[in-house]
Nanobody
Framework: VQLQASGGGLVQAGGSLRLSCAAS????????MAWFRQAPGKEREFVAA????????YYADSVKGRFTISRDYGASVMYLLMNGLRPDDTAVYFC?????????????????WGQGTLVTVSS
């Protein structure tokens, strides 16, 4: 399975961006998907995850209330709507397909990873 993430860019603080992630195989529609991010010099961290049917979502405390994860039901496409962006949201954002239908906050629970898309938030 190959993942293609897109939608990153440069935005001012308080602005919005919408990230997309498309998987090459529809089999990903049976698995959870997630977004992680990695800032320069920092560990990769969990951002948000969604179950196979979109019924369950998890968010990191740092993005709760500002970011919304969604997916096209039955398709292998996932989105991350990011509102109220802050400079500390600056990172490379990675999408991933899970090993199971239920989401997780752990990187070890994700089998396939995209190449990442850079989000830069200026103050």
């Amino acid at each position: 399975v190959q993942l293609q993430a897109s939608g990153g860019g440069l935005v001012q603080a308080g602005g919005s961006l919408r990230l997309s992630c498309a998987a090459s195989r529809r089999t990903a529609s049976n698995n959870a998907m997630a977004w992680f991010r990695q800032a320069p010099g920092k560990e990769r961290e969990f951002v948000a995850a969604i179950s196979w049917n979109g019924g369950t979502t998890y968010y990191a405390d740092s993005v709760k209330g500002r970011f919304t994860i969604s997916r096209d039901y039955g398709a292998s496409v996932m989105y991350l709507l990011m509102n109220g962006l802050r400079p500390d949201d600056t990172a490379v954002y990675f999408c991933a397909v899970g090993r199971r239908a239920v989401p997780s906050r752990e990187t070890s629970e994700y089998r396939y990873w995209g190449q990442g898309t850079l989000v830069t938030v200026s103050s």
